[in-house]
């Protein structure tokens, strides 16, 4: 790859805005879900992941590749979902599935209103429709290359 000349003034501050919000938000919304439902980030996207599957249950695998993350750390995090009653673990042949439980169910509902509220109020409540439209439009290609790029394990 040939060497690429210094940042403008413009790519600078737009990388400077991306990575303040990369890493503000995370813990912004960590908070907030730790403070309503004693959850972290990952484990609201394991029962979110849930939640939206065929009768609540999902493949380890397939949470792995929703969820972005390792094997080791989604085994450790339904670990600690399970011990709070919030999921369920079986195996079926070679296969091991998480279902989320009645209780997990409700964590989740209870954190999924706060964690909208919070979207909204860090994020989406300060531009306009036309904005949001963008903002997707412009973190999509984004987030596929991260995704495609992402280590896996």
């Given at each position: 790859?040939?060497?690429?000349?210094?940042?403008?003034?413009?790519?600078?501050?737009?990388?400077?805005?991306?990575?303040?919000?990369?890493?503000?938000?995370?813990?912004?919304?960590?908070?907030?879900?730790?403070?309503?439902?004693?959850?972290?980030?990952?484990?609201?996207?394991?029962?979110?992941?849930?939640?939206?599957?065929?009768?609540?249950?999902?493949?380890?695998?397939?949470?792995?590749?929703?969820?972005?993350?390792?094997?080791?750390?989604?085994?450790?995090?339904?670990?600690?979902?399970?011990?709070?009653?919030?999921?369920?673990?079986?195996?079926?042949?070679?296969?091991?599935?998480?279902?989320?439980?009645?209780?997990?169910?409700?964590?989740?509902?209870?954190?999924?209103?706060?964690?909208?509220?919070?979207?909204?109020?860090?994020?989406l409540d300060h531009l306009s429709p036309e904005d949001v439209r963008a903002l997707g439009d412009l973190l999509r290609p984004i987030a596929t290359r991260l995704r495609a790029?992402?280590?896996?394990?």
């Open positions: 790859m040939a060497h690429r000349p210094v940042l403008s003034a413009e790519e600078e501050d737009a990388w400077t805005q991306l990575h303040l919000v990369a890493q503000l938000l995370p813990a912004v919304m960590d908070q907030r879900l730790r403070r309503d439902a004693g959850l972290g980030h990952y484990d609201y996207a394991v029962l979110l992941t849930l939640y939206r599957a065929p009768e609540r249950t999902a493949a380890m695998t397939g949470l792995v590749e929703i969820t972005s993350g390792s094997f080791s750390r989604l085994s450790h995090t339904v670990t600690r979902l399970e011990g709070r009653g919030l999921v369920t673990r079986e195996r079926r042949g070679s296969h091991r599935y998480v279902s989320l439980t009645g209780e997990g169910r409700d964590v989740f509902l209870t954190a999924a209103a706060g964690h909208m509220d919070e979207i909204r109020e860090q994020v790029n992402a280590p896996r394990g």
